[in-house]
């Protein structure tokens, strides 16, 4: 089963326009994760945040991090249509040492040119 | 660095089969883990090695094996397969320990027919 929800689970905008995307899970965390996938290839890390940060950024990318609500979120600031790939957030729990991440379903986002 | 390699890129068996996927991890990377993905489940955590010991496992049945090596890389087995183990197979290694990002292969496909 799924730790995350992701919302949304589709997003089309505009090149140039920021994309967000929200992502809410149901354990206690050690850290949470953001990646890429291109059309079924392999997954791209993009941003790691651990539990007792709040919001980190990586050039276009800035995620926030809530852990009273559960919740992270990510904004693509001036979107390429080069961001165009699914988006996931994925969990490293808390109370378990080693590798393991529980994903969300994922947000596909098209971006336009 | 070379990246994560996975063997084979495609792979296709009858019901019944048994497959071995391979991975071989980025160098100095001594954890490895598998995850499934399929388009009704999603990413799915199979197991993780670090230094040829299994150090986690996901909810998937005794069909679903693994094991490292000495060197890292780490293959996985299934038997008797059944159509709904179509998917594609994720190798991810990290250098260790939890809350390191997961640097991904591309990924097997493997379709049972």
């Known amino acids: 089963s799924q730790q995350g929800e992701e919302d949304p689970q589709a997003l089309s905008i505009q090149e140039g326009e920021n994309a967000t995307m929200n992502c809410s899970y149901k354990?206690?965390?050690?850290?949470l994760q953001w990646y890429r996938q291109n059309s079924g290839r392999g997954l791209v890390h993009l941003i790691l945040?651990?539990?007792?940060?709040r919001e980190k950024h990586s050039g276009r990318l800035r995620v926030t991090l809530d852990t009273s609500k559960k919740s992270s979120s990510l904004l693509i600031t001036a979107s390429r249509a080069a961001d165009t790939a699914s988006y996931f957030c994925?969990?490293?729990?808390?109370?378990?040492?080693?590798?393991?991440?529980?994903f969300g379903q994922g947000t596909e986002l098209s971006v336009k040119p | 660095k070379a990246g994560v390699t996975q063997t084979p890129r495609y792979l296709i068996k009858t019901r019944g089969q048994q497959v071995t996927l391979s991975c071989s991890p980025i160098?100095?990377?001594?954890?490895v883990s598998w995850y499934q993905q399929t388009p009704g489940q999603g990413l799915q955590f199979l197991f993780e090695?670090?230094?040829?010991?299994?150090?986690n496992k996901g909810n998937f049945p005794g069909r679903f094996s693994g094991r490292q090596f000495s060197n890292s890389r780490s293959e996985m087995n299934v038997s008797t397969l059944e159509l709904g183990d179509s998917a594609l197979y994720l190798c991810?290694?990290?250098?260790?320990?939890?809350?390191?990002?997961?640097?991904f292969g591309p990924g097997t496909r493997l379709t049972v027919t």
């Open positions: 991810a290694s990290s250098p260790g320990g939890g809350g390191y990002e997961q640097y």
């Open positions: 354990t206690s965390i050690n850290n």
């Open positions: 945040i651990r539990s007792n940060e």
């Open positions: 994925a969990t490293g729990p808390l109370y378990n040492q080693g590798g393991k991440l529980i």
């Open positions: 160098s100095g990377h001594r954890s």
């Open positions: 090695y670090f230094s040829e010991t299994q150090r």
